[in-house]
């Protein structure tokens, strides 16, 4: 006699079958070197650092992500990650011209690059040195030490050449590099790097010579998250601004306001003030990111928006990306 088998039985039959043979073809196909289409999952994740002031100008600190929105090309995005930075160690690039347009502040940069270092330079902050003129010099790799900043600049003012190239080699002969300056201590020194980075460039602004342009530059610290600050020196004729005064003005102002730095004329303002402002500002940020509601890599500029729910308060930070 044959008794049917019971509609519970058969489908558990089923499903322990249907498992062996998927195990067992799995299993088969490893072992003979059958090749399985891998799983690709394209996901662009955005992210933004920024700081934010009241309207005295002091930082503000214990946002929560409900306290802000974030916009893309003008479109609400969702915050899928926020946090507040509170006294992280910081890594930086110092960027010293030393053409012939800033002879007149060599002094000045110095005494200033010992502000910066006595008073900013904390024992987990790392720090390199470049000078550039018609050549982008290695002054001084990564180190917490002010002091080895310092005798190694020194040196470089007595004897520029016996110093590493940063970037290839450049026929830049009474040229100056600025630019290349900023570009090639991003890529080759920053992008390599995690935390909160940033750049002070130490220049008029003035550009001459380099294999980048001013865009490609503004890029690349956008795409790898780098802020750059200006701190500018410019040698006025007859007490009057030139038209190359006013240009390098102008391009020392959108490489900061591009990136979310700051442009700093060093004439008007203290090296003590404005060390200590750039300082508390990268070690009290927040960071948040989003998936874009817009994920194709169409080469387009995105423009970025951080907008406060509250009244009174700004928003500093980059201001965009490329989504390639």
Do not use: C
Not at 3 to 32: C, E, H, Q
Not at 50 to 71: H, I, N, P, W, Y
Not at 199 to 209: H, I, K, T
Not at 232 to 254: C, F, S
């Amino acid at each position: 006699m044959t008794f049917p088998a019971r509609p519970g039985i058969r489908r558990t039959w089923t499903r322990t079958l249907g498992w062996f043979l998927l195990l067992f073809f799995t299993v088969t196909a490893s072992y003979f070197g059958i090749a399985q289409e891998p799983i690709q999952v394209n996901v662009q994740l955005v992210n933004v650092a920024f700081s934010v002031r009241d309207s005295r100008g002091a930082l503000v600190q214990g946002l929560t992500k409900d306290d802000v929105e974030v916009f893309e090309d003008a479109v609400p995005q969702k915050i899928s990650f926020f946090a507040r930075s509170l006294d992280v160690p910081l890594t930086l690039g110092l960027i010293v011209d030393v053409s012939g347009s800033q002879d007149h502040f060599s002094k000045q940069h110095q005494q200033d690059l010992e502000v910066f270092l006595q008073e900013v330079l904390g024992p987990r902050d790392r720090v390199f040195l470049v000078g550039f003129g018609n050549h982008i010099r290695m002054v001084s790799d990564f180190t917490a030490s002010g002091a080895e900043i310092t005798d190694r600049w020194r040196q470089f003012q007595h004897d520029s050449k016996k110093f590493p190239e940063l970037g290839p080699r450049e026929n830049r002969d009474l040229g100056t590099g600025f630019y290349d300056a900023i570009y090639y201590p991003i890529t080759e020194k920053l992008a390599q790097e995690s935390g909160r980075r940033a750049l002070l460039v130490f220049s008029d602004g003035e550009d001459n010579s380099s294999s980048h342009d001013m865009m490609t530059t503004i890029e690349t610290a956008q795409a790898t998250n780098v802020v750059v600050y200006t701190i500018r020196y410019t040698e006025k004729e007859h007490g009057h601004l030139t038209a190359r005064n006013k240009y390098g003005i102008q391009v020392m102002d959108r490489v900061a306001k591009e990136t979310g730095g700051a442009h700093i004329d060093a004439e008007k303002t203290d090296a003590h003030t404005y060390f200590r402002q750039i300082a508390a500002e990268l070690r009290t940020s927040y960071e948040l990111a989003y998936y874009p509601t817009s994920p194709a890599r169409d080469d387009t500029f995105r423009k970025i928006i951080i907008r406060p729910r509250h009244a009174g308060l700004t928003v500093r930070t980059k201001t965009g990306y490329f989504s390639r």
